[in-house]
Antibody, heavy 119, light 106 residues
Framework: EVQLVESGGGLVKPGGSLRLSCAAS????????MNWVRQAPGKGLEWVSFISSDSSYKYYADSVKGRFTISRDNAKNSLYLQMNSLRAEDTAVYYCTTRSGPGEILDYWGQGTLVTVSS | DIQMTQSPSSVSASVGDRVTVTCRAS??????LAWYQHKPGKAPKLLIYAASSLQSGVPSRFSGSGSGTDFTLTISSLQPEDFATYFC?????????FGGGTKVEI
């Protein structure tokens, strides 16, 4: 059974940093591209970032480019999101997802971790 | 970026009803369209991919159609467990974008 478990969320002040983790199990992590997607309170879903299976490709939403960094450790079956220069508008539940084809399908999701940016 | 416009934003329905949700892309995306179900506090769940392909394990009362710019999700006979929010997502290109969501409620 595919499992994705996010962790690392919490309360942080504007301008602060946070590192999210996603522990994957139940599938061959090293062969899957992965994404981070977020949902702000009362809002819809927003894609944040993608990383290819071998980390050779990384894409970011304009809203986080230059502030967030996606990475992965295939030996540890883990995905990460380093978030710097956090803003109030980054407050959201952050989900990690697998990526499958055709196209960019988000076929499995974790239950999310809440990030709150507030003074 | 490809904008996804989803309607309605909410729908009131009863068990057994047929429910239809539409999604329109700002430019053609062929059949690169997915639908997800999201319940509060739970992980979103993939229902339909490639516009009309049912994800494994998803009940056959869910169906999708469309190509190009106009897409539809249909629930043929609403069940109690189907009350949730539904999102479309264009899977054609980055940045991936979602519709605003449709809340199906009693």
């Amino acid at each position: 059974e595919v499992q994705l478990v996010e962790s690392g969320g919490g309360l942080v002040k504007p301008g602060g940093s946070l590192r999210l983790s996603c522990a994957a199990s139940g599938f061959t992590f090293s062969t899957y591209g992965m994404n981070w997607v977020r949902q702000a309170p009362g809002k819809g879903l927003e894609w944040v970032s993608f990383i290819s299976s071998d980390s050779s490709y990384k894409y970011y939403a304009d809203s986080v480019k230059g502030r967030f960094t996606i990475s992965r450790d295939n030996a540890k079956n883990s995905l990460y999101l380093q978030m710097n220069s956090l803003r109030a508008e980054d407050t959201a539940v952050y989900y990690c997802t697998t990526r499958s084809g055709p196209g960019e399908i988000l076929d499995y999701w974790g239950q999310g971790t809440l990030v709150t940016v507030s003074s | 970026d490809i904008q996804m416009t989803q309607s309605p934003s909410s729908v009131s329905a009863s068990v057994g009803d047929r429910v239809t949700v539409t999604c329109r892309a700002s430019q053609g995306i062929s059949s690169y369209l997915a639908w997800y179900q999201h319940k509060p506090g739970k992980a979103p769940k993939l229902l339909i991919y490639a516009a009309s392909s049912l994800q494994s394990g998803v009940p056959s009362r869910f169906s999708g159609s469309g190509s190009g710019t106009d897409f539809t999700l249909t629930i043929s006979s609403l069940q109690p467990e189907d009350f949730a929010t539904y999102f479309c997502q264009q899977a054609n290109s980055f940045p991936l974008t979602f519709g605003g969501g449709t809340k199906v409620e009693i």
